[in-house]
T-cell receptor, first 114, second 115 residues
């Protein structure tokens, strides 16, 4: 079985300040983890993914995430927020074995304050 | 490449009507899937396909049918629309037939309202 919990439904930060979006997961087997971004009225786009290689994963637009097995977390960070980062972000998990399909978190809406 | 395309963008139906949501991809991906997105619930898998002629149910398949006659197209049919099917529908495709670790490419979505 697998599940993912996004700890904040809404995060607001000022432009130029750090971004932290939190995600915890559970998985019966070793997981692969993803962050997808959805801009208003658009489809989802892959930001980054972890598939059992390096635990610190770098993605597009300056985002990165760190896989922490001991904490079952995969938090998304960015050192300095930009107005264009305003969007909804989804954490996604899939177990690397078994017949599971992708499980999506409920999303975190990121607002950037000018 | 156009990527994943979906039509229509918006649709309003009355209860009991039927309709087909269209999805096409030009990346020669074997794996295609349909999701629905509801407020506070993330995306939930409706049906998926690992290649032409092969489809299977996802988490929330009731009230929906799919078929896959070609690699490119994966239409979703609502047989008798209900208000509970009001949602935003996304089609996605990927190379990985297991639908797992490969990047999913999403269409722009269809916003459906059932009155």
């Amino acid at each position: 079985a697998q599940s993912v919990t996004q700890l904040d439904s809404h995060v607001s930060v000022s432009e130029g300040t750090p971004v932290l979006l939190r995600c915890n997961y559970s998985s019966s087997y070793s997981p692969s983890l993803f962050w997808y971004v959805q801009h208003p009225n658009k489809g989802l786009q892959l930001l980054l993914k972890y598939t059992s290689a390096a635990t610190l994963v770098k993605g597009i637009n300056g985002f990165e995430a760190e896989f922490k097995k001991s904490e079952t977390s995969f938090h998304l960070t960015k050192p300095s927020a930009h107005m264009s980062d305003a969007a909804e972000y989804f954490c996604v998990v899939i177990s690397n074995f078994g017949n599971e399909k992708l499980t999506f978190g409920t999303g975190t809406r990121l607002t950037i304050i000018p | 490449n156009a990527g994943v395309t979906q039509t229509p963008k918006f649709q309003v139906l009355k209860t009991g009507q039927s309709m087909t949501l269209q999805c096409a991809q030009d990346m020669n991906h074997e794996y295609m899937s349909w999701y629905r997105q509801d407020p506070g619930m993330g995306l939930r898998l409706i049906h998926y396909s690992v290649g032409a002629g092969i489809t299977d149910q996802g988490e929330v398949p009731n009230g929906y049918n799919v078929s896959r006659s070609t690699t490119e197209d994966f239409p979703l049919r609502l047989l008798s629309a209900a208000p509970s099917q009001t949602s935003v529908y996304f089609c996605a495709s990927s190379r990985d037939i297991a639908g797992g670790t490969d990047t999913q490419y999403f269409g722009p979505g269809t916003r459906l309202t059932v009155l």
